[in-house]
C-alpha cells in the first residue's frame, strides 16, 4: 500500500546509526525533505566503541561537539600498541603531532552515542521512524524510486527520489542487488565483553586504545575504556583458530586467551565481567558499485574494514557527509543519477584504501612498524595520520610506496561500472 503521508520525499534512509544520521542531519540541513527508517528501537546494543580524532569536523558541522563535550564519555587522545613480546610501543599521542581541539575524541557506548546522534537528526529536521523494517528498495528499471517496509506491522510503499542505504552488516541493497563480496584476505572473528575494575593507563593515556599482541601473534586484543569504570575487551582472530577444536562455549575461549597474554591478564586481575560474552564475524566486505541511479550506499551498508584501527565510525560519519552532499547537488541539477551521486566515490574509496593498507601491513608476520619506521623516520607522522583518519588526501601514497618495497599491499579498491 502507498503511503500517501510520504508523497514528496528528497530521500529515504535505510538505517540510523552513525552513517545514517549524519547523511539525514545534513540533508536536513541543506532544506531536503529526510525520513530515516530504523529497524530498532534506541537505544540498543552495538560493538564499535572508539573513534578517530577525524570525526571532530563532521561532528562540528553536525553540531554535536558541545553534547559530546558535555557527556562523561572518555576522552581518546592516543593509541597504543603492545606486541607479541609484551613491549608496549610509546603511545601515539594525536596532540603531539597537532596540537588542536580536533586531535582528541572520545571512546563512545554505542547505546548513548547512537541515540544522540539520531535524535540530532531529529533535531535538524530529519524525520525518523523507530521499529520500522524495511523489507526492499523499489526499482524502475535500474532506478531506485522508493522502498517497502513494515511500519507500525502494516508493509507500507514509501516513495523518495533518492534511496540511502545505511543498514549496516544487514547490506540490505548490496545484497539484493547481487554486490556483496568478501575481502578474502581480511577473514576475522572476535570474542569480547566489558569488564569493571580493569586497570586503565593514567595521565593522557587513560583514554587511549590499547592494541595487544597474542603471544602466538595468532590474535591481538583490543581495551577501550568506557564510562563508570568499564572496558570493552575482546580478541580478534580467524575463525579457524578461535573455534575449531575448542567447543561451543565462546566465554571459555576468551578467558583461556586472557590468561594466555600476561598484558591483558594484568589489566583484569581486579575487574568483575559486568555483561555477556559476545561473538561476531569481523569479516572484511564491500560492495561492487557504491551508487547507482537514485541510490547510495554508506557506512557498513557500503564496506567494513576490520576494526584493528577504530575506523569504522569515521568512515561512516564521512561517507554519510559526502553522500549527503552529493545528494543535495544531484537534486538541484533534477538529475540524481548514478554518474552524479559518486562523484565522492574515488575521493571515498582513495581513504578507505589508505586504511586497508595498513591493515595489511598489521597482519603481514614479515612486517614491524618499529623497524619500518626506524629506518624510514620521516613517515611517523604520515602513519599517525592514518591513525587519526587523515586519510583523505594524496599525500601519503609516499607512505605506502615505501612500505610495498617490503610487503605486498593489496591493489586500490575498484568499482564496477554502474
Known amino acids: 500500500m502507498l503511503n500517501e503521508k510520504y508523497t514528496s520525499l528528497d530521500c529515504v534512509i535505510i538505517g540510523g546509526g552513525p552513517a545514517g544520521a549524519t547523511a539525514a542531519t545534513v540533508l536536513a540541513d541543506h532544506g531536503r525533505k529526510t525520513l530515516v527508517l530504523e529497524q530498532s528501537q534506541f537505544p540498543r546494543y552495538h560493538i564499535g566503541e572508539s573513534l578517530m580524532p577525524q570525526t571532530f569536523h563532521t561532528f562540528s558541522r553536525i553540531g554535536m561537539l558541545d553534547k559530546l563535550r558535555a557527556s562523561d564519555f572518555p576522552r581518546k587522545e592516543s593509541v597504543q600498541f603492545v606486541n607479541a613480546f609484551g613491549k608496549q610501543s610509546k603511545p601515539f599521542y594525536f596532540t603531539d603531532r597537532d596540537p588542536n581541539d580536533w586531535s582528541i575524541t572520545w571512546q563512545v557506548p554505542r547505546d548513548r552515542f547512537d541515540k544522540m546522534m539520531l535524535d540530532n537528526a531529529r533535531e535538524h529536521g530529519a524525520e525518523v ?148 560474552c559476545r561473538v561476531t564475524k569481523d569479516f572484511s566486505y564491500r560492495s561492487r558499485q557504491m551508487a547507482g541511479d537514485g541510490w547510495i550506499l554508506i557506512g557498513d551498508a557500503f564496506g567494513f574494514l576490520d576494526p584493528i584501527y577504530s575506523s ?62 626506524k629506518s624510514y623516520p620521516q613517515f611517523n607522522d604520515a602513519i599517525v595520520r592514518v591513525l587519526i583518519g587523515d586519510v583523505f588526501n594524496d599525500d601519503l601514497h609516499e607512505l605506502f610506496s615505501h612500505m610495498s618495497r617490503r610487503i605486498p599491499l593489496p591493489a586500490p579498491i575498484q568499482l564496477e561500472e554502474v
Open 129 to 276: 521512524i523507530e521499529g520500522a523494517r524495511v523489507t526492499e528498495v523499489m526499482f524502475d528499471g535500474a532506478k531506485a524510486i522508493g522502498i517497502k517496509a513494515l511500519v507500525d506491522g502494516e508493509e507500507t510503499a514509501i516513495p523518495s527520489r533518492v534511496v540511502i542505504d545505511a543498514s549496516g552488516h544487514g547490506t540490505l541493497l548490496a545484497r539484493q542487488l547481487g554486490l556483496y563480496q568478501l575481502d578474502p584476505d581480511l577473514r576475522n572473528a572476535a570474542i569480547y565483553s566489558y569488564y569493571q575494575g580493569a586497570k586503565h593507563d593514567e595521565g593522557r593515556n587513560a583514554g587511549a586504545t590499547i592494541i595487544i599482541h597474542t603471544p602466538d601473534r595468532n590474535g591481538w586484543f583490543w581495551f577501550i575504556p568506557l564510562p563508570n569504570d568499564v572496558a570493552s575487551i575482546g580478541v580478534v582472530a580467524p575463525p579457524e583458530y578461535l573455534f575449531t577444536g575448542r567447543g561451543n562455549d565462546p566465554l571459555a575461549t576468551l578467558e583461556e586467551e586472557i590468561a594466555k597474554c600476561p598484558n591483558m591478564a594484568t589489566r583484569i586481575a581486579d575487574a568483575q565481567r559486568v555483561s555477556p
Open 312 to 373: 569504522g565510525i569515521m568512515l561512516a560519519l564521512k561517507g554519510g557527509e559526502f553522500a549527503a552532499d552529493a545528494i543535495h547537488e544531484a537534486l538541484k541539477t533534477g538529475n540524481p543519477s548514478a554518474d552524479r551521486l559518486s562523484e565522492f566515490a574515488p575521493k571515498f574509496l582513495s581513504g578507505m584504501h589508505m586504511i586497508r593498507q595498513l591493515l595489511y601491513a598489521f597482519y603481514n608476520p614479515d612486517f614491524s612498524f618499529a623497524e619500518f619506521t
